[in-house]
């Protein structure tokens, strides 16, 4: 079992920049793939970003703008988001798991990110 906690929405104007926290624990040492979802209300929840085995890939909403990394001495997952948009208003979900693909078994439980015009 996996345990994730985010950290780091809230509410920022346009052309701001958030980082997104996502601590783990429990059995994390077998973990391959880390990625970051979101969704917009009344919308699908999507990828949004992904690390898995060192390899990086991004939504096309978001290349340029958004990074995925990976802190390993503090089991820790970001997601630094630069050049917001109002359009990337969502609520935002780690996701990790075992296998080498996304999405893993195990879900945080979401942070708010709203950006105001």
């Known amino acids: 079992q996996v345990q994730l906690v985010e950290s780091g929405g809230g509410l920022v104007q346009a052309g701001g920049s958030l980082r997104l926290s996502c601590a783990a624990s429990?059995?994390?040492?077998?973990?391959?793939?880390m990625g970051w979802y979101r969704q917009a209300l009344g919308s699908q929840r999507e990828l949004v970003a992904s690390?898995?085995?060192?390899?990086?890939k991004y939504a096309d909403s978001v290349k340029g703008r958004f990074t995925i990394s990976m802190d390993n001495a503090k089991n820790t997952v970001f997601l630094q988001m630069n050049s917001l948009k109002p359009e990337d208003t969502a609520v935002y979900y780690c996701?990790?798991?075992?296998?080498?693909?996304?999405?893993?078994?195990?879900w945080g439980q979401g942070t708010q990110v709203t950006v105001s015009s």
């Open positions: 690390l898995i085995r060192g390899f990086t």
């Open positions: 996701n990790v798991g075992y296998s080498m693909r996304v999405p893993g078994a195990y």
């Open positions: 429990g059995s994390i040492f077998s973990i391959n793939a």
